[in-house]
């Protein structure tokens, strides 16, 4: 009973234990090269001068399925891309793990959901989600334009599964573009992750 408790609690929130998270707050982001859903080579540091939020994404992880069946998800990027912050969904499973796609098939699945990330990055070796820790679907980071990250962590402060949860929580990466967008510092820069681990 304790190890399914213990499972169930790394399921949820994540695991600081295993590994070491290499994006640090008020550090400069890892680099990244991956490749979009047309085969294109995409870098972060072609979006240097902007605001860039990063968003590792598994469309069949149910903590996914909350922010994008109640539209959360989908509105967050419509609003933040709409003022000229580039927003990339990364999808860090590995091949034969759930939610493994391949290019076409990430196309057909942004838009049944009506998604509107500036990118959509496939990272199938896990390279970029290893280099910058992500440990869950969702795990958002937020950079600023000299590429410093300046958020690390949940989307929100609600770690639950339950669409009805997403109007009364905590949004920590609107709160963390609001301030960066007035040039404030972020109040809340790291929080624990949550959601299903991310399928290396």
């Known amino acids: ?40 080579t995409v870098r972060l540091a072609d979006f240097k001068g902007k605001l860039v939020v990063l968003e590792w994404v598994n ?56 998604a509107t990330p500036t990118r959509f990055l496939l990272d199938p070796k896990g390279v970029a989600g ?4 992500a440990k869950t679907t969702p795990h958002m980071f937020v950079i600023d334009p000299k590429g410093i990250l300046i958020y690390n962590g949940a989307i929100d402060d609600k770690p639950s599964t339950k669409p009805d949860d997403v109007p009364t929580a905590r949004n920590y990466v609107a709160a963390a573009l609001v301030a960066a967008m007035a040039g404030e510092t972020v109040e809340v820069s790291a929080t624990q992750p949550y959601g299903c681990s991310v399928k290396y």
């Open 1 to 40: 009973m304790i190890r399914i408790a213990t499972l169930s609690c790394l399921l949820l929130l994540g695991s600081y234990a295993v590994g070491h998270a290499a994006a640090i707050v008020g550090k400069p982001a890892p680099a990244i090269a991956l490749k979009d859903t047309d085969g294109k």
């Open 59 to 114: 469309f069949q992880c149910p903590f996914v399925r909350k922010h994008y069946g109640s539209g959360n998800m989908q509105q967050l990027q419509k609003t933040y891309t709409e003022k000229g912050i580039v927003w990339i969904s990364i999808c860090s499973s590995a091949p034969g793990k759930q939610g493994y796609v391949t290019g076409p098939e990430a196309e057909t699945l942004i838009e049944e959901k009506d």
């Open 130 to 133: 290893k280099a910058y820790g």
